[in-house]
């Protein structure tokens, strides 16, 4: 299953059941082992599929995954940053999001930040939409401060940028600033003019 990293919108949908994971899981663990690289890249599936349902239980086997692929030599950073972003995206905008899936996904993602951060600088794709996540992780945890800094920050990117000042809309609706609502939302209408 892949979707759209910054909306979320499955763009193909593969009908895996999360049972069928769960035993594969259970084999390959006995196969080749509890720490292989195979297990842990299951993992990654499982709790794509998991997202779905059961934020919680996700967010243990991305760090799960996570730890396992660290420790492979092939392994990059990345890479790391590559699935914590991408794990991070697929909590987001999980139903049901809990506190513990929230950290989860910041401590992913402000990580994926900082590798990509210093490897590419604030501008780039990877960097402005990790911006954007721990920007939306802060706003769904009513963080509008933190929320507003990192919203910011992936404004340097045009493509993130935009579903930023929604979001900035409504941050600054809710602390009074009709202004800067305002100008916000006269970006979208200049990047979103129909």
């Not at 390959?28 to 997202?51: I, P, R």
């Not at 059961?54 to 950073?77: H, V």
């Not at 509008?144 to 993130?160: C, V």
Request: charged share 20%; proline share 2%.
């Amino acid at each position: 299953i892949r979707d759209d990293l910054v909306t979320g919108v499955q763009t193909c949908a593969l009908p895996i059941s999360a049972d069928e994971l769960k035993k594969a899981y259970k084999l390959y663990k006995k196969h080749y082992g509890k720490k292989s690289e195979t297990v842990g890249w299951l993992l990654v599936d499982l709790a794509d599929v998991q997202v779905k349902y059961s934020a919680r239980q996700a967010s243990k086997n991305y760090l799960k995954a996570l730890e396992i692929l660290s420790l492979q030599e092939s392994f990059t950073l990345m890479d790391k940053a590559k699935i914590a972003l991408e794990a991070s995206i697929h909590l987001s905008g999980s139903p049901g999001l809990s506190s513990y899936s929230i950290k989860v996904a910041l401590e992913m993602s402000q990580s994926a930040y900082q590798a990509y951060f210093k490897a590419y600088g604030a501008k780039h794709d990877q960097t402005a939409l990790a911006a954007f996540v721990i920007g939306k992780l802060h706003y769904a945890k009513r963080d509008y401060t933190m929320a507003q800094k990192f919203l910011e920050q992936s404004l340097s990117n045009p493509y993130i940028g935009k579903y930023a000042h929604g979001i900035l809309v409504d941050i600054h609706t809710k602390n009074g600033r009709s202004d800067l609502a305002q100008k916000h939302q006269q970006a979208l209408g200049v990047v979103l003019p129909e």
